[in-house]
């Protein structure tokens, strides 16, 4: 209870962003997630790596630009509606 109390959360404007991607580019993605101020909220790990990425409004962008880069166009977000919630 105590670590929850001293992690400041905020009401925002907040977009999540889903994808599959190989297991090679997992680490990868990772770190674009934390370079963009993501919050990776769901990593379900089958045949591919799926993921739940939420990000302040606007912010996904930067994102999705560089996964398309990152994946050589091969793997596609899908952006969700913005909507209100903690981050």
Known sequence: AAEEASAVQEMLQVVRVEL???Y???EQIQRLVSDVGGKIV???FGADVFLAI???CGEEAA???ALTELSAGKITAEVS???FDLF
């Open 24 to 26: 090679n580019l997992y």
């Open 42 to 44: 769901t990593a379900e």
């Open 54 to 56: 939420d990000f302040r």
């Open 63 to 65: 994102f999705t630009e």
């Open 20 to 22: 599959s991607a190989p």
């Open 81 to 83: 509606a913005t909507r």
